[in-house]
């Protein structure tokens, strides 16, 4: 089904980019947290310079963030923001 957004691209005969897969991102990061004993959210918000709620809004979805907390969460985790954020792509 065709939206508004995508009618930008068809006038040009081009297809609209893929819709990031957000959910698949915050599993890989709950994954590699969770594949990590003692990493708790308290010592994850410090190795990463994160606030703890920001740590939890991204964890849990309720706000997307910005490029610069990712990378700084990705920090935290010890994995770099391209191995994070290729998760984006998963179906």
């Known amino acids: 089904m065709m939206n508004q957004n995508d009618e930008k691209f068809s006038i040009y005969g081009l297809e609209p980019p893929p819709v990031p897969n957000m959910e698949a991102l915050r599993v890989a990061a709950r994954a590699i947290r969770q594949s990590h004993p003692g990493l708790t959210i308290d010592a994850l918000a410090a190795r990463s310079g994160l606030s703890r709620n920001t740590v ?36």
């Open 56 to 91: 939890l809004y991204l964890l849990n979805g309720t706000r997307e963030g910005t490029l610069a907390s990712w990378y700084l969460l990705a920090y935290g985790l010890g994995v770099s923001l391209p191995e994070l954020v290729a998760h984006l792509d998963d179906a």
